[in-house]
């Protein structure tokens, strides 16, 4: 799609764990005004008639011309919106359906009197605090039928898949062989504002095609200090996605950790798998000793892009997101854990 496009598996975990600021001042962002636009498409979706299917899709796309395409065609994949004699059908077919009925009537329950906004208003507030040309998307809430859709992008709207947020105890989770036990566990509503900045974060500062794994784990160490800057009190586990045993397991070994990558030559390696090994999710990461989580590469990526900053304090956040010199950050940083 021409669009911005960006879409995020929701993982994490509701674990306890610090804030990565903890200890230091944080901006008075409280005079930053900041008004948060949220529309419940969720509802007004299975409210639709399933005798007349047809006028409901043209109600839907009046008042949600951007979005609604894009949900129908790419999220529940029923077709184009064009097509207007086997879209409706499959619509139908997805409205009547039993499981997504009860589906709907969950996620209502769960989410009926919680407050989807208050975290996003603060966290805008710091994005446009550090990045001053940063405009607030409007914010559409929606249920995928638990097609791993958590957070996405596209133009200005921030859509959030709320079924993928249910609590790890949400029967259909378990029951779906994709699902394995590590991202169940993440399946929380603790994780809607950490994904919703990282798909944020994603559309204004795309990711370079980088070569080798040592790029590929700045990119993601400055991916998770943008975290750490618009959610200065969400605890360093659900930004990163580990438990509380996991994270403390990495900073506890964490010269070993690197001194695995500088014996086994693997920071200047292009080979594609061993960048997915280190860099992509998984419920550990293979060739470590018992108690690694998986993405080691961002938690050590992250490491050297703070230490960067701590050395260089006159390099604002917006001037490290928009640097393609991954190479020169990692130089100057001197990253040598002890």
């Known amino acids: 799609m021409q669009r911005y496009l960006t879409l995020l598996i ?8 610090s804030a990565c600021n903890s200890g230091k001042k944080l901006p008075d962002v409280s005079n930053i005004p900041m008004s948060v636009s949220l529309s419940r498409f969720d509802s007004a979706f299975f409210r639709i008639d399933t005798n007349n299917t047809v006028a409901g899709i043209r109600e839907l796309q009046q008042h949600y011309p951007v979005f609604m395409p894009l949900y ?3 999220i529940l994949n029923l077709g184009s919106i064009r097509d207007s004699v086997n879209t409706p059908k499959q619509l139908r077919l997805f409205l009547t359906t039993p499981d997504f009925r009860a589906l709907e009537s969950s996620v209502q329950a769960k989410f009926k009197n919680r407050d989807l906004t208050g975290q ?6 710091y994005t ?11 914010i559409i809430t929606f249920i995928s039928g638990i ?5 996405i992008t596209i133009d200005s709207i921030l859509g959030i898949g709320l079924d993928m947020y ?4 949400f029967p259909p989770y378990s029951q779906i062989p ?3 036990a590590y991202m169940i566990r993440r399946f929380d509503p603790a994780y809607i504002p950490v994904n919703s900045m990282q798909v944020i974060q994603q559309q204004l500062y795309p ?4 070569s080798n794994l040592l790029e590929q784990m700045i990119e993601a160490g400055k991916q998770q200090y943008f975290l750490d800057k618009v959610l200065p009190a969400t605890a360093d586990t659900i930004k990163l996605g580990y438990t509380k045993e996991q994270l403390d397991w990495c900073f506890d070994n964490e010269q070993m950790i690197w001194q695995f990558f500088v014996q086994n030559n693997l920071l200047y390696s292009t080979d594609w798998q061993d960048i997915n090994h280190f860099v992509n999710d998984g419920p550990s990461t293979q060739g470590m000793p018992e108690g690694s989580p998986g993405k080691i590469g961002s938690f050590v990526g992250w490491q050297i892009v703070k230490k960067y900053m701590e050395k260089h304090p006159e390099i604002s956040l917006q001037q490290l997101m928009e640097s393609k010199n991954l190479l020169e950050i990692f130089k100057a940083a001197k990253y040598r854990p002890k």
């Open 207 to 210: 990711a370079a095609k980088n």
């Open 72 to 74: 129908i065609s790419e």
């Open 10 to 17: 929701c993982l994490g975990t509701l674990a306890l764990g």
């Open 147 to 151: 097609a791993n859709y958590g957070a």
């Open 178 to 180: 994709d699902y394995p």
């Open 166 to 169: 249910m609590g790890a105890d």
């Open 128 to 138: 446009k605090y550090y990045i001053p040309s940063f405009h607030p998307p409007k």
């Open 120 to 125: 996003l208003e603060q966290a805008f507030r």
